[in-house]
């Protein structure tokens, strides 16, 4: 099965502003993982909050036999007040 990388344009999130972001070790299938937090929250915090991603991304890929189809990367954003109100964008869901 091949996955194809275009999607719909609501699905793209962009984020701008000094953030503190942490790189994922633990690469599920080999895909970039990065976590981004407003300027002030600790990386401790914020690898911490995220810690479960891989896990997560695993499991789902196992329960329903399909890998993640965006292969290029996978970054998360928590960020208060902001206007994404959790939107699962396809590769920077916002928090």
Do not use: W
Not at 37 to 47: A, H, K, Q
């Amino acid at each position: 099965m091949e996955f194809c990388t275009s999607y719909p344009s609501y699905l793209i999130c962009f984020a701008v502003g000094n953030f503190t972001s942490v790189i994922e070790e633990d690469h599920p299938n080999g895909i970039d993982m990065k976590y981004f937090g407003v300027e002030g929250i600790s990386p401790t915090n914020l690898s911490l909050t995220f810690s479960n991603t891989p896990s997560i991304m695993r499991y789902i890929e196992n329960k329903i036999g399909l890998p993640f189809p965006y292969k290029e990367k996978y970054y998360q954003l928590v960020c208060p007040l902001s206007v994404v109100s959790a939107m699962e964008n396809s590769t920077l869901p916002g928090l």
